[in-house]
């Protein structure tokens, strides 16, 4: 893993992930940091978004959905998103016992190492489902 140093553009990426408490994709963290810092470009905040990511700083989370892009978490423990088939919002999901899946008990007569996982469940939002109520 290379060596980033910190900056300050770096942190102001970092708290405007913080700020958007949720699971904002690289355009929604550039729309929080441009209304406070104008001057910060979006290949800066996007940039920044990849460093905090590949030092463990925020979660990538990658969706096969065609409705969600690339977001970015604040939590970095085992948990489980769902991702809205209609309007392609993210959460955060329980899944009892999730936490103590002991990775080492993963294992494969080829070989394989297994380091971490990620589940992501595909469903209906709250807000989703009232609507189609209403």
Same mark, same amino acid.
Not at 74 to 89: D, M, N, Q
Not at 108 to 117: A, I, K, N, T, V
């Given at each position: 893993?290379?060596?980033?140093? !910190? &900056?300050?553009?770096?942190?102001? &990426?970092? +708290?405007? /992930?913080?700020?958007?408490?949720?699971?904002? !994709?690289? =355009?929604? /963290?550039?729309?929080?940091? @441009?209304?406070?810092?104008?001057?910060?470009?979006?290949?800066?905040?996007?940039? !920044?978004?990849?460093?905090?990511? =590949?030092?463990?700083?925020? %979660?990538?989370?990658?969706?096969?959905?065609?409705?969600?892009? &690339?977001?970015? +978490?604040?939590?970095?423990?085992?948990? *489980?998103? #769902?991702? $809205?088939?209609? $309007? #392609?919002?993210?959460?955060?999901?329980?899944?009892?016992?999730? =936490? !103590?899946?002991?990775? *080492? *008990?993963? *294992? %494969?007569?080829? #070989?394989?190492?297994?380091?971490?996982?990620?589940?992501?469940? =595909?469903?209906? $939002?709250?807000?989703?489902?009232? @609507?189609?109520?209403?």
């Amino acid at each position: 893993m290379a060596v980033h140093r !910190n &900056t300050m553009q770096k942190e102001i &990426t970092y +708290d405007a /992930v913080a700020e958007y408490m949720g699971h904002p !994709n690289a =355009e929604e /963290v550039y729309e929080i940091v @441009n209304k406070k810092y104008p001057t910060i470009s979006k290949a800066t905040v996007y940039r !920044n978004l990849k460093t905090l990511a =590949e030092e463990g700083k925020l %979660r990538r989370i990658e969706s096969h959905s065609k409705l969600t892009e &690339t977001r970015y +978490d604040l939590t970095l423990s085992i948990h *489980s998103h #769902g991702v $809205c088939a209609k $309007c #392609g919002k993210i959460v955060d999901v329980d899944v009892l016992g999730e =936490e !103590n899946i002991e990775v *080492s *008990s993963i *294992s %494969r007569e080829d #070989g394989f190492e297994l380091l971490s996982h990620e589940i992501i469940f =595909e469903g209906i $939002c709250k807000e989703c489902r009232a @609507n189609k109520e209403n």
